[in-house]
T-cell receptor
Framework: GESVGLHLPTLSVQEGDNSIINCAYSNSASDYFIWYKQESGKGPQFIIDIRSNMDKRQGQRVTVLLNKTVKHLSLQIAATQPGDSAVYFCAEITANAGGTSYGKLTFGQGTILTVHP | NAGVTQTPKFQVLKTGQSMTLQCAQDMNHEYMSWYRQDPGMGLRLIHYSVGAGITDQGEVPNGYNVSRSTTEDFPLRLLSAAPSQTSVYFC?????????????FGEGSRLTVL
């Protein structure tokens, strides 16, 4: 079946470095992608999103890149801080047959980001 | 504004027992959903609702029931608990059914079935 997956399950970086977390998706019909951050013992928190008609979107210290040709999504975190340590999930929404997205997110397995001071 | 509130945070059940996980949101969101999170499996959608009186199945609905009698509440019922239902359960909501999909998650309910 269709799925969203991550290339790297763990990523360790030094404080101040830039981090890149990757995600591959297989459903070419997906039209909306989201990155979530989940800290230990908490629910996922929205970081940034991007629509399929875009290839880049920037937020505060984060950038999401979308390459539809190779079905690849990445999250770049600039000047990574210890507080960025968490599990990061990519997720996709695919419009249903009626053309309306009902928010049925499909999540990837997650990447554990560890930031060393 | 409390956001999405889940109760209980922790629960231990014996096989065959039933229980209800409660979820309430105070943001007047139309869409509510339940996910389970297992190690190495990411989050999987159990059931969702696009408004009061409307529910539908997600990816892993077996063994769970839901109802949506009000906009605010979306309880998840385990009819006869099984060890395979040991997991962390998250309730999530968002405004509207189309367009962007920022989900607001609760803090989670950790369920252990013995």
């Amino acid at each position: 079946g269709e799925s969203v997956g991550l290339h790297l399950p763990t990523l360790s970086v030094q404080e101040g470095d830039n981090s890149i977390i990757n995600c591959a998706y297989s459903n070419s019909a997906s039209d909306y992608f989201i990155w979530y951050k989940q800290e230990s013992g908490k629910g996922p928190q929205f970081i940034i999103d991007i629509r399929s008609n875009m290839d880049k979107r920037q937020g505060q210290r984060v950038t999401v890149l979308l390459n539809k040709t190779v079905k690849h999504l990445s999250l770049q975190i600039a000047a990574t801080q210890p507080g960025d340590s968490a599990v990061y999930f990519c997720a996709e929404i695919t419009a249903n047959a009626g053309g309306t997205s009902y928010g049925k997110l499909t999540f990837g397995q997650g990447t554990i980001l560890t930031v060393h001071p | 504004n409390a956001g999405v509130t889940q109760t209980p945070k922790f629960q231990v059940l014996k096989t065959g027992q039933s229980m209800t996980l409660q979820c309430a949101q105070d943001m007047n969101h139309e869409y509510m959903s339940w996910y389970r999170q297992d190690p190495g499996m990411g989050l999987r959608l159990i059931h969702y609702s696009v408004g009061a009186g409307i529910t539908d199945q997600g990816e892993v609905p077996n063994g769970y029931n839901v109802s949506r009698s009000t906009t605010e509440d979306f309880p998840l019922r385990l009819l006869s608990a099984a060890p395979s239902q040991t997991s962390v359960y998250f309730c999530a909501s968002r405004a509207g059914t189309g367009g962007t999909g920022e989900l607001f998650f609760g803090e989670g309910s950790r369920l252990t079935v013995l």
